[in-house]
């Protein structure tokens, strides 16, 4: 099993910029391709991006496209999203999520574990 704990979230101005950082407990971080999704009020949970085990793979959702950049660092086991050029649209709860099918999922039913989340809200 892995903990999954995300941090960096706050308020952000439009076209500003912030780091989200997911801690992993365990040693076996490596094993698990990492995800971040999100959820706006009222809204379904949305992919926002994933990295394979090696980091050197990677996939997005087409409205983070050129914004937003996930990486990982094994040795650390921790897992970043950083955001670019940020819009009132991307304020939600973000989420960081692992699984062991080594597949770069873009569903969140695929993944079997889950942060308790982390407010990134962006004012006009």
């Known amino acids: 099993q892995v903990q999954l704990v995300e941090s960096g979230g706050g308020l952000a101005q439009a076209g500003g910029s912030l780091r989200l950082s997911c801690a992993a407990s365990g040693r076996t971080f490596s094993r698990y391709v990492m995800g971040w999704f999100r959820q706006a009020p009222g809204k379904e949970r949305d992919f926002v991006a994933t990295?394979?085990?090696?980091?050197?793979?990677?996939d997005y959702a087409e409205f983070v496209k050129g914004r937003f950049t996930i990486s990982r660092d094994n040795a650390k086991n921790t897992l970043y999203l950083q955001m670019n050029s940020l819009t009132p649209e991307d304020t939600a709860v973000y989420y960081c999520?692992?699984?062991?099918?080594?597949?770069?999922?873009?569903?969140?039913?695929?993944?079997?574990?889950w942060g308790q989340g982390t407010q990134v809200t962006v004012s006009s």
């Open positions: 999520a692992a699984q062991r099918s080594g597949i770069l999922y873009r569903e969140a039913t695929a993944y079997d574990y």
């Open positions: 990295i394979n085990l090696s980091g050197l793979s990677t």
